[in-house]
């Protein structure tokens, strides 16, 4: 939630009286301070790093501790970074940080919060790309990511149907 999509995600839940938890890579930063002053005190706002599991599961061991009385609703999976250009001008590096934010990161947030959302027939929502389902040329890395967190998710549509979670995809167009 430190820009974008996800900080105003946050603040438009907030706004509709949800209690938020609002994970950002950097809790000190521009985005992380401007949601703690907007909005109220039903959001949080606490540090995870998707690349991380220790940070994944000290998200979770926070989100669990101070959900009270309240449950899970859902989980947002929207972490996501844009590297790399064609393949001969990308590097391996840039392949595998796209693929460990864009797409292990959904997956290692989901594992973690799967218990919880099993207990409310929770949701997912996957922030994926249009660039998961059509290529981008010239940015392989990002499109290869979003290809695998979309077929992530269409995996986990039909694998979570029987526990009663939805799953779902937004894939948001340019959104700067």
Not at 92 to 120: E, Y
Request: glycine share 8%; hydrophobic share 40%; aromatic share 12%.
């Amino acid at each position: 939630c430190d820009t974008g999509f996800g900080n105003a995600f946050a603040k438009r839940l907030d706004s509709k009286g949800f209690h938020v938890f609002a994970t950002c890579l950097f809790p000190t930063g521009t985005g992380a301070t401007e949601l703690k002053a907007s909005c109220s005190n039903r959001l949080h706002v606490l540090h995870m790093d998707v690349t991380k599991d220790e940070s994944v599961k000290k998200a979770f061991e926070y989100v669990k501790q101070n959900l009270g009385s309240s449950e899970l609703w859902a989980v947002v999976n929207n972490a996501g970074i844009l590297k790399g250009f064609s393949l001969e001008f990308s590097s391996v590096d840039d392949f595998r940080d796209c693929i460990d934010v864009n797409f292990l990161g959904s997956v290692r947030v989901t594992k973690a919060f799967l218990p919880l959302l099993r207990q409310t027939k929770g949701r997912i929502v996957n922030v994926t790309s249009a660039a998961g389902e059509v290529s981008l040329p010239f940015c392989s890395p990002y499109t290869a990511s979003k290809y695998a967190a979309v077929g992530f998710t269409d995996c986990l549509r039909f694998e979570l149907d029987a526990w009663g979670i939805s799953v779902v995809s937004i894939e948001p167009e340019m959104f700067l």
